[in-house]
Each structure stands twice: as structure tokens, then as C-alpha cells.
């Protein structure tokens, strides 16, 4: 069975699904193209607003949930 999927895989997944640029997605996010370059490349984590602004600008909604229960 293949491991799950982090957040930020999927997260990463989905950015490269979208076809724009990092240049455009800086542009439109207002996220600083290093952070997401070094994003890109796995060197760093983004916190939850950027995160947020990032899910805002590709069209994709975040759900969070509690763990077990």
C-alpha cells in the first residue's frame, strides 16, 4: 500500500495541476516567489495563511479535521 499523502504533496500536487506559473501564482497570491519556489522544492513548509492564500488563488477549498474519533 502506497504511504498517504501529505498536505503539502497534495498541496504541491494540485499547483502543478493548475498550469500558471510560480511567477503567476506570486503575482495573484501575493506570496513571495522564493517561498514558493523553495515550497516547490520541498525546502520549507508554508504556514496556515499562506497556505490559505495559496488554496484561494488555485480555486482549491481546505478542509481541516480533527485526527481520530
Known sequence: MP???TMPD???DFV???GRSLYQLWKESGIAHAVLA???RGERDL???TVGRLCET????LTLRKKGR
Open 38 to 40: 523553495r515550497f516547490m
Open 58 to 61: 488555485l480555486g482549491v477549498e
Open 10 to 12: 497534495v498541496l504541491r
Open 47 to 49: 504556514n496556515l495563511r
Open 16 to 18: 502543478r495541476a493548475d
Open 3 to 5: 504511504p498517504k499523502k
